[in-house]
């Protein structure tokens, strides 16, 4: 059971791993790996510590990710360390009871899948194939040990193992999936009337007095954030290029172990005839070798093609699949197509999609060029390879230095021969043009940085530049003075004045819907009343707001009385809502992929709901100490 639910699970570990591969590790664990200090334990899970150094780099590490999903709406006072850290801690808790009771379950991933996955990971592949050389630099670029990356790969394919396993143990019923259907699809026929605020406006008079009580009340409408200036260092290993001694003996070397680099692969312009088996091996292959036969007569092979060809995506064309290279086509077309001579007539080629009849009708590149020939670029790629290296160097060295003297940046400048550099004013929501990655404000704002005047760790900004920075300027944020923002707050107020009296003149009307009264006759009431009709679903329609929405599902559909409601959306209009009538969705209307997909919907969210089950209940069982202050 345990290798269907491995095979069941490659798609999404994969995806994770790549993850892994994007972004800077930090999976829970990972201390053990790095040999890193002792800190103070957050938490305990049947002897498992959690320490504070492990939850605050999954805090920035969950910040950073919120912060690239949100983009501008991204708010960071929202998500600070005192509202993330409880909530990624507890997440931490569950990640362990569940790595625990992997254990105990004695689940297990074998060598050979870990390093069939690793070698699967597209960040480690290079002109298609897995590249050992960028991963052992990749793996160093995160401060790890190839066996304590793959430690990791291993411990989340378990653990994927686990999620699935409990996925897949869903059973769904019809009727179940018929009621499903029947909420889901579910549609209102309704009548709605708005009643603008905008109508309101022309009737508001704001004083001095009313704006500075609005101001005073909605002082944070008119704050200026809070910002900083940074300090910082930066290591780029193209910087380090220059430093990297050079001499020919090295560069023929280099040239000589890396051929393949500066020799671009041969590629063939390439035309086939497919003659496919269709349950008649003979017959096929018969079909193939007499057009062949024709073929080496003289006859033209675009129209024999045209004539016999069944691959649709070639056959118009004469056959021309255009230029390819190897590793496009499958192994035995290839070994044909790449072992033929200009012009050669090859076949039949027996595949899985049949016979084919291949011609080479054109060469390109694949040559091999001399050292002298490509002096300048062995140089350039050496010269890069040799300060990656020296990269990695620096980098230990700079994160040593700016742990060991915190409190400054000039020792690790100096030692390094790197200048300290200045950001402009910076604020939570976009990071400096120069330093342009959410991690440096998740660093720049941090409790350690901000609130201690540390240095920050080593922030990676890509695979071969980093940065250490400090905060050199504070200031916190601040309320515009009212005579500076005194036109912005009287028409703030005008509107939620307009808005209270909107809400004031709904509120009345609905009362006397709930009454009986029609909603057309109430229109009258209302300047430039309007009745709507709608049939809306779940998912609203256009021009409707989700507030609107959202109050039609809410309102019964049985009992006694008029199913109607008032709601105020969000630019401060009051909606009058009249349900109609109410048609329920119907699994027998759907087609057959179409109930296969809400099948695998509703199984995807009933198998969310047993994996949650599974965690309260490992919880339960263990004994957890929280020590989180």
Known sequence: MLQAIREKAQGWIAWAIVILISIPFALFGIQEYLSVSSNPVVAEVDGTEITTRQLEERVRDFREN?????????DSEMFS?????PRVLQAMIDETVLRQAAEDWNMRVSDRQVAAYIQSLPGLQNQGKFDMGLYEATVRSRGLTKAGFEALVRQEMIRSQQEQGIRASVLLTRARLAESVRLGDQKCEVALLRIPAAGFLDQIEVSEEDARQYYEAHRQDYQVPERVRLAY?????????????VDEAKLKDYFESHRNEFSAPQERRVRHILIPVEGDDAAARAQAEKILAELRQGVDFAELAKQYSKDPGSAAEGGDLGWVSRGVMVKPFEEAAFGAEKGELVGPVKTEFGYHIIQVTDLRGGAEPTFEQMRAKVEAAYRRSQAEELYFDYLERLADLAYETPDSLVPAAEA???????????TRRQPPPELPSPKVLNAAFSDDVLGEGNNSDVIELSPTSAVVLRVAEHEEATVRPFEEVKAQ????AKRAA?????????????ARLRQGAKLAELAGEVKGGKVEKQTLGRQGASGVPAEVV??????????EGPRVAGVVTAEGDYVLVAVDRVIDGDLQKLSEAEREQRRAELERGLGDDEFRGLVQALRARADIEVLLK
């Open 233 to 245: 260092i930066r290591l780029d290993a193209k910087d380090l290029a220059d430093q990297v001694e």
């Open 66 to 74: 919120l912060r690239r999903q949100l983009g501008e709406a991204f």
């Open 81 to 85: 360390d005192k509202v993330l850290k």
């Open 498 to 510: 307009a808005a209270d009296r909107a809400r004031a003149e709904g509120e009345r009307l609905l």
């Open 550 to 559: 959202r109050t039609v599902f809410s309102i019964p559909t049985r009992g």
């Open 416 to 426: 390094l021969d790197l200048k300290v550099k200045r950001t402009d004013w910076v």
């Open 489 to 492: 707050v009287i028409e703030a």
